[in-house]
């Protein structure tokens, strides 16, 4: 027998709590590393919303916690492969060096590729939640989608506002 074991879905709720243990995983490791973002930050008004969304991301785990305890099932976390390389990235990115403000530019894009994950993997919960019944946690799952996509935006508007715009002066 093999060391690692493939998921058994019999059925889209046994999808959904798998996705949810995945989820769960990467916000946990999120909450390990926005600190070093906004560390490796030299825009204040970056190093601000790493760590606002680090506040949110604790919030987000809190309620993948409730939602774990209404299916009547203890948190639990199934590796995120999928984070653990977007952090890879992110973690390149804080090491990187060169100009302070390319860098910036640099933590951004790794931080949007984490957001774009989450916005992908919430709203795929969201629907499951639906379709199995579960509005009130599907509300709760469009909760953290809202958060999700407003963190996208914010790093958005801190690129095109500021920091892209000294980072292309470093040519």
Not at 57 to 62: A, D, P, Q, S
Not at 86 to 106: F, H, N, R
Not at 134 to 157: F, H, S, V, Y
Request: charged fraction near 30%; include cysteine.
């Amino acid at each position: 027998m093999g060391m690692f074991v493939s998921p058994t879905f019999n059925n889209l709720r046994d999808l959904f709590v798998n996705q949810l243990e995945d989820i769960y995983d990467a916000e946990k490791r999120l909450i390990d590393t926005l600190p070093k973002m906004a560390d490796a930050s030299y825009s204040d008004e970056l190093k601000q919303a790493f760590l606002n969304h680090l506040n949110e991301t604790r919030g987000h785990v809190n309620r993948l916690e409730d939602i774990f305890r209404s299916l009547g099932i203890e948190p639990k976390r199934e590796t995120c492969a999928a984070m653990k390389g977007l952090i890879k990235e992110g973690s390149d990115m804080i090491d990187a060096e060169g100009d302070p403000s390319v860098k910036d530019a640099a933590l951004i894009a790794a931080a949007q590729r984490v957001e774009h994950y989450e916005i992908a993997v919430y709203g795929t919960l969201r629907a499951f939640a639906n379709h199995l019944g579960l509005p009130d946690l599907a509300r709760t799952l469009q909760d953290t989608l809202e958060e999700e996509g407003n963190a996208d935006k914010l790093l958005t508007e801190i690129a095109e506002s500021g920091v892209n715009v000294h980072a292309e002066g470093h040519v």
